[in-house]
């Protein structure tokens, strides 16, 4: 007998222990929440018309996306609200459950799903991540609005809207094309702050690892240094004693020098048998002084 269709989607759903690794059973239950009655025939209707193929190309769809967009790996719209991502998430996790998906990265792509989720629901993440999707969002619009400054289409277009420009940019912000230009901004904003965060990341290392390199550097000068007064404590008596010898040693072999050091000549007597070397050693031998010039105008007396 041919099984029921719709039983069989009803079972495709996996049960609370087989959630995604993203939560337990109480962590799923508060994330997803209770599905309505329509989402639930929704879910089932959706289940139906799914082929295999299906379930690779959205295995295939998760792994190639953005990695650092979580909104990129469940599918969304960036503009997405937190009963979106809920709703998304359950759906796309039934679709590529790995009991329910043949493909040999089922589980891969599951993974990806559970973390996408999780960190779409932390709040400190989700500010950043907003906080750079309207930055790309605003780059885009300026783009936008550059390209359309001498449009007479869209002019005539915004005099027919009852909502003005206003209305007509309202209007275009929910196409695919919109969409697709933010997506592609939103990958390089993210992909540069990432790298700019990676990039500041290996600075502070550096930085750290060069102070502790000074650190470490000072350490061991001070270290030489206290070794080296230790050591110079420890050899006072010896330093004392050899320089008390010394001092002990020379004292004895200076007895007999004058004062300073220098010893004064010996007196040589005067010998008769040797005049060739005899020097004065007495004052009757000093030579006479020099006589001065004779007074001026002096008379000199005959001798």
């Not at 697709?180 to 901004?185: F, H, Q, S, T, V």
């Not at 005067?270 to 010039?293: C, L, S």
Request: with cysteine.
């Amino acid at each position: 007998m041919p099984a029921d269709p719709l039983l069989e989607a009803e079972s495709a759903e996996p049960s609370a222990d087989e959630a995604g690794p993203s939560a337990g059973p109480s962590d799923q239950a508060k994330d997803v929440g209770p599905a309505s009655a329509e989402e639930e025939a929704l879910l089932k209707e959706f289940f139906l018309t799914v082929r295999e193929v299906d379930r690779d190309n959205e295995v295939n769809r998760i792994l190639g996306a953005f990695k650092l967009n979580p909104f990129e790996q469940l599918g969304l719209h960036f503009d997405a609200s937190e009963a979106d991502i809920k709703k998304q998430y359950r759906k796309v996790s039934l679709l590529v459950h790995p009991d329910k998906c043949k493909h040999p990265r089922a589980e891969d792509a599951f993974q990806v799903l559970g973390n996408a989720q999780k960190e779409l629901m932390e709040p400190e993440k989700m500010t950043e991540l907003r906080y750079l999707l309207n930055v790309a969002l605003e780059e885009v619009r300026k783009a936008r609005k550059k390209a359309t400054k001498h449009d007479a289409a869209l002019r005539l277009a915004s005099v027919l809207h009852e909502g003005g420009k206003e209305g007509v940019e309202a209007e275009y912000e929910k196409t695919d094309e919109f969409h697709e230009a933010w997506k592609l901004k939103a990958r390089d904003i993210i992909a540069r702050s990432k790298f700019r965060q990676i990039k500041m990341t290996k600075r502070l290392k550096e930085e750290e690892e060069r102070i502790e390199e000074d650190e470490a550097e000072t350490r061991k000068r001070l270290k030489a240094s206290r070794e080296h007064h230790q050591k110079w404590e420890q050899t006072r008596d010896t330093r004392v004693g050899t320089w008390r010898d010394f001092v002990t040693k020379k004292s004895k072999s200076k007895k007999g020098i004058a004062t300073g050091g220098i010893k004064p000549p010996k007196l040589k007597e005067e010998d008769a048998e040797k005049t060739y070397i005899q020097r004065p050693v007495g004052e009757q031998h000093r030579p006479p002084q020099p006589k001065g010039p004779p007074p001026r105008g002096g008379k000199h007396t005959a001798q």
